[in-house]
């Protein structure tokens, strides 16, 4: 009986002693993977249709990248323009396609689309979490 015991305690300090190296490895791993992911940032997906943005607000945060989709707009084009914010941009005017913008500067954008006035939407781009 005190040889099993013995053994036992013997594991287990192994066990311990092999988790506690193991352990350190796989924090710094993680770390890693958080930094990494905020350089890249999430992306989010907004349809450009007939005469709308879906959805025609959205909140961010700074890193992340909208990815505007047209959906069924036949030949109408469409184009993705800021009004106000932060900073300027404007997509190709097109009735199909994708266009790509990362978000780096926090606060309000507003956007329209240059061919119908009246359809417009709302970025608003927060700081990164830590």
Known sequence: MKQHVVEVT???????????GVLPAVAPAAAKHRHQQ???????????????YDPGTITLHAGDKIKWVWRN????SHDVNVDSGPEQFHSPTQADGQYVRRFKLTGT????CTQHETMTMTVVVKKAPK
């Open 10 to 20: 013997a594991l287990a300090a192994t066990l311990a002693a092999g988790a506690a």
């Open 38 to 52: 905020a350089l890249t940032g999430k992306t989010r997906t907004v349809g450009v249709s007939s005469d709308y």
């Open 73 to 76: 707009t036949g030949f109408t």
């Open 109 to 112: 954008y507003k956007l329209y």
